[in-house]
């Protein structure tokens, strides 16, 4: 059975850091381009972050660049996302999302069901 399995979410006071995990089953992880996207209430889900094969140069929409972090396990089929420096405007659910790289994979791609991440004083 193909799935993703996110954890971490939570209520966390503004400043304050939270560990996202997703825990993939039943597709070639290495393969997938491993993606984190974000939907705040009454808006539409957008990226946040995305790491490729082997996990250099991870991609950052502008609103979480340098606060934080994707990074990856392919041998224990994991991605995370460390998040520092938590306002607000961060409140929102957190999708985990793969992406197959090569046409002869399958799924084409996988979405987790996601984790709430308030941020509220």
């Known amino acids: 059975q193909v799935q993703l399995v996110e954890s971490g979410g939570g209520l966390v006071q503004p400043g304050g850091s939270l560990r996202l995990s997703c825990k993939a089953s039943g597709l070639m992880f290495s393969a997938y381009v491993m993606s984190w996207y974000r939907q705040a209430p009454g808006k539409e889900r957008d990226l946040v972050a995305r790491?490729?094969?082997?996990?250099?140069?991870?991609d950052y929409a502008d609103s979480v660049a340098g606060r934080f972090t994707i990074s990856r396990d392919d041998v224990n089929a994991a991605v995370y996302l460390q998040m520092n420096s938590l306002s607000p405007d961060d409140t929102g659910v957190y999708y985990c999302h793969a992406r197959r790289l090569y046409n002869f994979l399958t799924p084409p791609d996988v979405w987790g069901r996601g984790t709430q991440v308030t941020v509220s004083s």
């Open positions: 790491i490729t094969r082997g996990g250099t140069n991870p």
